[in-house]
T-cell receptor, first 113, second 112 residues
C-alpha cells in the first residue's frame, strides 16, 4: 500500500535560517496537511491545502510559514527564518477527499539551535 | 509497505457498549505504541500508550492491549460514549528513530 513519506527524518538548523521540509503525499490524494508537535505537547494543526491553495490555517501558521506543491508530487513546508520555538516534529498528511481521511507521514524532527 | 495497519476504515458501536479498535504492525523494532483521537480540522490528540515491556495499559475507560507475538494491539473503550465518535490512529515508534509510523485511522461512530 502507498505511504506518505517525509524527508529529512531529522533536520538541524541555526536560528534565523530558512528550512524546507519535504513530503511526498499518496499519489492520487488531493488534500494535504501539515501538523507539528513540540516535545511533550499535543499535535497541532498548521495548514491544509487543496487545489493549489491554502484552504485552512491555524494561528500558528503566520507569515514565517509557507506551503507549496511545486511539482505535483512534493508538498513542502518552508519556515523563512527559524526560531528556537520552531523546534518540533512536523507531520505531513494527505487525504483523498473523504471526511476525516488522512494518512500521516512519519515526521521530520526539526531542531533549531 | 505499510508498517502499521488499521484494517477497519470505520466502526459503528452502540452507546454504552464496548468499542474495540485494532492495529497490526510488521516492524519488530517498534517498542512503543500510541493511540490518538482526531476530530475534523484538529490535530490528533494523544489518548494512551503502551511500552513493549507491558501487555496492557489502562486509563479510565480506555485500555490498550499489546500482543507482541502476534504484532497486534487493540484499544478498548468501555462504555462507549457519543463524544468518542472520532477517527482513531494507531502509531508506533522504536529504536533511536524519533519518527512515528502511523496507521491509516479508523473512524468510530457511536450510535445513541
Amino acid at each position: 500500500e502507498p505511504e506518505v513519506t517525509q524527508t529529512p527524518s531529522h533536520q538541524v538548523t541555526q536560528m534565523g535560517q530558512e528550512v524546507i521540509l519535504r513530503c511526498v503525499p499518496i499519489s492520487n490524494h488531493l488534500y494535504f496537511y501539515w501538523y507539528r508537535q513540540i516535545l511533550g505537547q499535543k499535535v497541532e494543526f498548521l495548514v491544509s491545502f487543496y487545489n493549489n491553495e491554502i484552504s485552512e490555517k491555524s494561528e500558528i501558521f503566520d507569515d514565517q510559514f509557507s506551503v507549496e506543491r511545486p511539482d505535483g508530487s512534493n508538498f513542502t513546508l518552508k519556515i523563512r527564518s527559524t526560531k528556537l520555538e520552531d523546534s518540533a516534529m512536523y507531520f505531513c498528511a494527505s487525504g483523498g477527499g473523504l471526511a476525516d481521511e488522512q494518512y500521516f507521514g512519519p515526521g521530520t524532527r526539526l531542531t533549531v539551535t | 509497505d505499510q508498517q502499521v495497519k488499521q484494517n477497519s476504515p470505520s466502526l459503528s458501536v452502540q452507546e454504552g457498549r464496548i468499542s474495540i479498535l485494532n492495529c497490526d504492525y510488521t516492524n519488530s523494532m517498534f517498542d512503543y505504541f500510541l493511540w490518538y483521537k482526531k476530530y475534523p480540522a484538529e490535530g490528533p490528540t494523544f489518548l494512551i500508550s503502551i511500552s513493549s515491556i507491558k501487555d496492557k495499559n489502562e486509563d479510565g475507560r480506555f485500555t490498550v492491549f499489546l500482543n507482541k507475538s502476534a504484532k497486534h494491539l487493540s484499544l478498548h473503550i468501555v462504555p462507549s460514549q457519543p463524544g468518542d465518535s472520532a477517527v482513531y490512529f494507531c502509531a508506533a515508534t522504536g529504536g533511536s528513530n524519533y519518527q512515528l509510523i502511523w496507521g491509516a485511522g479508523t473512524k468510530l461512530i457511536i450510535k445513541p
